[in-house]
Each structure stands twice: as structure tokens, then as C-alpha cells.
């Protein structure tokens, strides 16, 4: 499986929530609403979720093991860098 798109739609200021992406696996499948966001030990990703019937929030998809949601999250990681300096870029 390859990443072969990354594509951060949203970068705020404020709040915890910093993006919003939409990754494409071997040009062939999209996960969209996969969350950037801050946390106190650092940047990290929130896979789409759902919230059930019983409150709690619940992974629409996500990586089946820690070696591919780390890989996924490094690369997702980096475009938010990429998009987050352009956009410091665009103000200045």
C-alpha cells in the first residue's frame, strides 16, 4: 500500500484541531476527515470517527497495526508542515 496523495484541506489557528486531510491509497481509495491535531506531547493524527449510540467515539477507518499509523502519520505530518508554512508564507 502506498500513500500516493495527501491533501490538507483546512489549517486554523486556533483550537487543539489544526487540519483536516484526505489521504489516497495506490491512486485507487480515499480516507477523508483524518484530524492534525495538537496535543501536550506534540502533533498527531485522529483517524474519522463516528460517535455511537452509547457516546463514545469510534474509528470509521483506520491502520490495523502501529507500523502503518505511523507511516501514515509522519507523512501527513509532513504535508501539514509543508501547508502550515506556506500559509505563514502568505501573510507575511
Same mark, same amino acid.
Given at each position: 500500500?502506498?500513500?500516493?496523495?495527501?491533501?490538507?484541506?483546512?489549517?486554523? #489557528?486556533?483550537?487543539?484541531? #489544526?487540519?483536516?486531510?484526505?489521504?489516497?491509497?495506490?491512486?485507487?481509495?480515499?480516507?477523508?476527515?483524518? #484530524?492534525?491535531?495538537?496535543?501536550?506531547?506534540?502533533?498527531?493524527?485522529?483517524?474519522?470517527?463516528?460517535?455511537?449510540?452509547?457516546?463514545?467515539?469510534?474509528?470509521?477507518?483506520?491502520?490495523?497495526?502501529?507500523?502503518?499509523?505511523?507511516?501514515?502519520?509522519?507523512?501527513?505530518?509532513?504535508?501539514?508542515?509543508?501547508?502550515?508554512?506556506?500559509?505563514?508564507?502568505?501573510?507575511?
Amino acid at each position: 500500500m502506498n500513500i500516493t496523495d495527501v491533501r490538507v484541506r483546512k489549517v486554523t #489557528k486556533e483550537g487543539k484541531m #489544526k487540519a483536516v486531510v484526505s489521504i489516497t491509497l495506490d491512486d485507487e481509495f480515499v480516507v477523508h476527515d483524518i #484530524k492534525v491535531i495538537e496535543g501536550e506531547k506534540g502533533m498527531f493524527i485522529a483517524m474519522p470517527s463516528r460517535k455511537a449510540a452509547d457516546g463514545e467515539y469510534r474509528d470509521i477507518a483506520h491502520p490495523i497495526n502501529s507500523d502503518t499509523r505511523e507511516r501514515i502519520q509522519a507523512l501527513i505530518l509532513a504535508e501539514y508542515e509543508k501547508a502550515a508554512a506556506l500559509a505563514e508564507e502568505g501573510e507575511g
